[in-house]
């Protein structure tokens, strides 16, 4: 499943920060990562005989300090040059967009990205 490999895939770079699926509680700690299956390519290309298939990741950065979301250089750069995530094997992942949000009632800053991840799937994370 490509959600709890993408969890092991931030938490072993930024172990400090916890990931959560879907929503961040209000009371999580700052700052934090949510991540969501944002959905996936439905043709499906062979390399190496294996499935190539494209998945998109929703990844929402959350914190009460506005510093932690404008400083992303050491995100983009995790996410931009790995090759494995948790245990898929990545040919190919960047960020795509990103948008900023302010929640003045809770005065939490978060940046959303959509991440694009081209990987390599075996008969047995098909459709995960």
Do not use: H
């Not at 993408?6 to 172990?15: D, G, K, M, T």
């Not at 009371?27 to 944002?38: G, K, L, Q, V």
């Not at 190496?48 to 929402?60: A, E, G």
């Amino acid at each position: 499943m490509i959600e709890e490999n993408f969890i092991r895939f931030l938490s072993s770079a930024f172990p400090s920060v916890p990931v959560y699926s879907f929503f961040i509680p209000e009371d999580a700690p700052s700052p934090a990562f949510c991540i969501e299956n944002a959905g996936y390519g439905v043709a499906v290309a062979r390399y190496n005989n294996k499935n190539v298939s494209n998945r998109t990741i929703k990844l929402t950065v959350s914190s009460k300090n506005v510093s932690d979301i404008y400083n992303d250089l050491d995100l983009r750069k995790y996410i931009e040059n790995t090759n494995t995530v948790g245990e898929l094997t990545v040919l190919g992942m960047k960020i795509n967009t990103f948008s900023d949000n302010f929640v003045p009632e809770l005065k939490i800053y978060e940046r959303t990205y959509n991440v694009s991840v081209k990987l390599t799937e075996t008969q047995t994370n098909l459709g995960d």
